[in-house]
């Protein structure tokens, strides 16, 4: 959904029927953004519920679903009141499924430059922390701190973004037998986990791709963890988690039990007090990936820095 037509018609890879690119707004704004103004976001996205209510009802797969995830940036005017509005709606509408937000916190240069990113962003916050089970966090901030050529270009962050989500939403729907692993997850224990503000983040180690002997070196997967807690989508510390979860992916020769337990053991040391859920998921993969979900967060600095900053505005 956008208010602005030329950045829906830049999207590559979906498709481009009223399922996939919804505008809003139209007439009012001659397709273009609104320029950071969240109250008329909201408003535009009010006034299209029933487009937008139709291309979910009729999207086949939503059936088979478990859950949304609604996906903005809190800094604007468009997302940030579309999912203000879409949460709570969402929710009402369809109370047997889980709504969960992804929100893309700002650059800090930006809430330097123009204040309505400060206060669009805390507003949003509150928004969807209330409506949502859980909302994942995204500092575009701390992903430049890996790349910091992707200040210029915000949307060469979105692989960064999307890549911890690809082995976790693969394994709660997987039905192919010896895909299965010792301690599988399915998508009932990955909802469980999620909940209120939430961290992912993932790490992974590229393997031969023929090879019948499994690359073990000593304490391998405590470094790529090590390596997802440093990539976390947002600073947190792993304390503040009351809830946690990892889950190895790799070919099956290259997943021990002992580096799972040895991982567990690890996260329920940094962690103090979290309920821990574990999985391996074998595949077919040239890669060994650890993935990291940080959720039940007590305390996230950026977002009461966010409130903070609101209330001096
Ligand atoms: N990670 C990431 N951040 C983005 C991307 N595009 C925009 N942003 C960030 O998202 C925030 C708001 O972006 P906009 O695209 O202006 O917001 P909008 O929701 O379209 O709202 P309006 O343009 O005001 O109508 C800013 O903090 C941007 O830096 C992207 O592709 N990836
Ligand atoms: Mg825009």
Known sequence: ????ADDLAALGDIGFDYHHRILIGGRKTGGRGLDSLNELGAQFTREAREDIANAIRTDKELFESDAFL???????????????????YLKERY?????????????????????????????????VYEAASAVFLVDNDKL????????AEPAGTNGFI??????????GGEKKARYVGARMLDAGDIMQVLSGWTAVGCASLPLPRFSFRPTREAHQELRLMDEAISGLSVSCHARDAGRALYLISAPAREISLEAVTELGEYLSQ??????????????????????????QLGDVARVRELYQAMSQE
Do not use: W
């Not at 609604?70 to 709570?88: D, E, K």
């Not at 937000?101 to 949003?124: G, T, W």
């Not at 911890?164 to 939403?169: C, I, K, S, T, V």
């Not at 940094?270 to 940080?294: C, F, M, N, S, W």
């Open 270 to 295: 940094i962690t103090h007090q979290a309920v821990i859920r574990d999985g391996d998921y074998p595949r077919e993969t040239a890669k060994k990936e650890i993935v990291l979900v940080l959720s």
């Open 1 to 4: 959904m956008d208010t602005d």
């Open 95 to 127: 109370p047997k499924m889980a709504i969960y937000a992804m929100v893309v916190l700002p650059f800090r240069h930006e809430e330097v430059s123009d204040d309505k990113v400060i206060i669009n962003s805390a507003v949003c916050l509150k928004s």
């Open 162 to 171: 999307a890549a911890p989500f690809y082995n976790l939403l693969c394994v």
């Open 70 to 88: 609604l996906v903005a940036a809190t800094a604007g005017g468009t997302g940030s009141g579309a999912i203000s509005v879409m949460a709570p």
């Open 144 to 151: 430049t701190q890996h790349a910091p050529n992707l200040i």
